[in-house]
């Protein structure tokens, strides 16, 4: 899929025309309405890049399946409009959608489609056999003509277009990467991407991907294990341009070797996106106590959450990384060591937690409000 642009001159640029009578002269009633409109047009219509006026996110929104294919072995891409046709939200790369399933589960997937594109947005979703249930929701209830609640978008990993960047995609990954190359691509600057997976058929919009190398040559790489053999973090890394940004988005081991290995690079700064849960950091073992009055251990090595499924599948989450806010629970007593990117001191200060990533000091229990 191809951004469409619009070149127009901005109107303060257009050259009034002659007087009435044919005089080489502006005339000055023109003149002064091409000044008025020059000021007040584009404050009136608020025209973004894209030419269309921008809409606020009216949250929550129930969007329509309008179309569904499969891109690549398990994953099927999912195109949402509005119920009546009318404009979306717009967004930028890197943005993602929470949708509200209806068994009540929430998940957050990556907008994939062209920001220009502001009547429908795109979304594709890997089958996980022993994901929590989302995926299996989506794949099996989201069939052309459902109907979704979503929120946002919203952006957790915005692409600031530094003058040179790495894209790195591991399958899946992809989806919020590809926005960002199509970006690159549209602002001119030194961009590379690499889309790895274990096969062809794994690897999602190869087409797209595809189509994308055509058009610029030199800048597209695609790298499968069946074909390649699985590439090395520093091999990765040392297709950057020399001080580029690196983006990068896939499964943890992929990530979690990119952020061991870029100190050597010389990149200039790393950023990406999890699928999963982040790796716990220097956990300790400390202790839940829920209403019931019973306690659950909590070990260095698993997150609250994690061990509040455990006792009870049906405890809410989303993004298992602190900024969704899904997981919030109130603490009544216990001091909490909190790790999230989204509460704010008041929210800490009135004893909410985000159990997915926080946790305590060794020892420590947490009375939960649950
Ligand atoms: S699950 Fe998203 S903040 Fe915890």
Redesign the pocket.
């Known amino acids: 899929m191809s951004r469409q642009h619009e070149s127009i001159a901005p109107l303060d640029r257009l050259t009034p025309p002659p007087d009435l009578y044919g005089r080489p002269r502006p005339d000055r009633y023109l003149a002064g309405l091409d000044w008025i409109a020059s000021k007040y047009v584009p404050l009136v219509t608020r025209k973004d890049r894209y030419g269309s006026r921008p809409l606020e996110p009216g949250n929550p929104q129930e969007l329509v399946v309008a179309t569904r294919e499969f891109v690549a072995d398990d994953v099927v891409s999912l195109r949402l409009t509005a119920p009546g046709g009318g404009l979306l939200p717009r967004w930028q790369p890197g943005a993602h959608l929470d949708l509200h399933l209806a068994s009540g589960l929430k998940r957050q997937y990556s907008l994939c489609g062209d920001p220009a594109d502001r009547y429908a947005y795109r979304i594709a979703v890997r089958l996980l056999a022993n994901g929590g249930g989302g995926s299996a929701e989506v794949h099996k209830e989201l069939t052309v003509g459902a109907r979704v609640e979503i929120r946002g978008p919203r952006n957790a990993f915005p692409f600031a277009a530094d003058k040179k960047v790495l894209l790195i995609a591991g399958g899946i990954g992809l989806t919020p990467i590809l926005p960002m190359a199509r970006e690159a691509a549209w602002r001119g600057i030194d961009w590379q991407l690499i889309h790895t997976g274990r096969t062809r058929d794994s690897l999602p919009f190869a087409e797209e991907v595809a189509r994308l190398g055509r058009r610029h040559p030199g800048k597209v790489t695609v790298l499968t294990d069946d074909e390649h053999g699985m590439p090395s973090a520093a091999e990765l890394l040392a297709r950057a341009p020399e001080g580029a940004a690196v983006y990068c988005c896939g499964p943890t081991p992929m990530l979690d070797a990119l952020q061991a290995a870029f100190p050597a690079s010389g990149g200039k700064a790393l950023h990406f996106e999890r699928f999963s849960a982040a790796p716990i950091v220097d956990g300790k073992p400390f202790t839940l106590k829920l209403r019931s009055g019973r306690e659950l251990p909590v070990p260095a090595d698993k997150s609250a959450l994690e061990v509040l499924r455990d006792d009870n599948p049906g405890t809410p989450?989303?993004?298992?990384?602190?900024?969704?806010?899904?997981?919030k629970l109130r603490v009544l007593s216990g001091t909490v060591d909190h790790r999230?990117r989204?509460l704010t001191d008041r929210e800490r200060a009135n004893g909410e937690m985000?159990v997915?990533?926080s946790r305590a000091d060794e020892g420590e229990c947490l009375e939960l409000d649950v």
């Open positions: 989450y989303s993004c298992q990384q602190g900024f969704c806010g899904v997981c999230d989204k985000l997915c990533v």
